[in-house]
């Protein structure tokens, strides 16, 4: 796997990350 790929992967499980986090009720901090 290139870098490139490897960036655009972790940007976007990055996003997936943040927006299954947004979903969550916030009770995390």
Known sequence: MSFRQSK???TRA???YWTTLNRRPKQYT
């Open 8 to 10: 655009r992967w972790f």
């Open 14 to 16: 990055n996003m997936d």
